[in-house]
């Protein structure tokens, strides 16, 4: 699986942007795409996560209500749109697809097997 992640850029406190990461290769019913982030020096914490079957989703509490993770089955395409962004958003943001990971480890990067290049997110004060 090979995942290609776009829509980064810089942004106002305030605003919104939509990231989107598009997988290929071959996908599984138990298809789980996730959404890091990550500052330098800092560790890569978890921001959202979705089942592409069913449409189970997990949220970090920093985000919850803000940010929604969505997918396209049909272009195996996953979303994450990111309302109300504050200053402390800024990172670069990274998807990972897992086709075995189970909800309890949602939030886990060791429950990936793939990841995208990144792409930054900055948003100004």
């Known amino acids: 699986v090979q995942l290609q992640a776009s829509g980064g850029g810089l942004v106002q406190a305030g605003g919104s942007l939509r990231i989107s990461c598009a997988a290929s290769?071959?996908?599984?019913?138990?298809?789980?795409m996730g959404w890091f982030r990550q500052v330098q020096g800092t560790e890569r914490e978890f921001v959202a996560a979705i089942m592409f079957n069913g449409g189970t989703t997990d949220y970090a509490d920093s985000v919850k209500g803000r940010f929604t993770i969505s997918r396209d089955n049909a272009k195996n395409t996953g979303y994450l749109q990111m309302n109300s962004l504050r200053p402390e958003d800024t990172a670069v943001y990274y998807c990972a697809a897992s086709s075995s990971v189970i909800r309890s480890n949602f939030a886990s990067q060791h429950g990936y097997a793939y990841w995208g290049q990144g792409t930054q997110v900055t948003v100004s004060s």
């Open positions: 290769g071959r996908t599984s019913s138990r298809f789980v």
